[in-house]
């Protein structure tokens, strides 16, 4: 049995995040923790600096709606419900804080791609979520 009741795994939802998922299978496969997955989209407003004259909700709703289906289809890989697969709005780091907070999770799972130089300087997913949790974090080391 895993000394983790619930994790989560936050998913850039790229071609590598498959070995994010082969990762998790591997480690929590045979055992009775509770998986969670997520991707955390940034409002499009913030991406392009809020300037743009344009309505982008519907952009936003079909980025969401695509999001949703591909995190479906990852998280079948892995046997989640379908209530424990999250899309949500908002900054990366804050929101998996947040979600792991609220509901009591005691891991969160990421993809590294091990940047280093002004790449890590300008900061990653990866490096935010492991400052600012309250929980354990594994980084699965991504390979091209």
Known sequence: MSAYQHILVGLDLSPESEQVIDRVKYLFSNSDTIISICHILEPLAFTYGGDIPVDLSDVQTQLQSQAAERLKILGAEIGVEERNQHVVLGHPAQEMH????????????????????????????????????????????ITD
């Open 98 to 141: 947040a979600m792991a907070e609220d509901q009591n999770m005691d891991l969160i799972i990421v993809g590294s791609h091990g940047r280093h130089g002004l790449s890590l300087l300008f900061g990653s997913t990866s490096n935010s979520v492991l400052h600012g949790a309250k929980c354990d974090v594994l980084a699965v080391r």
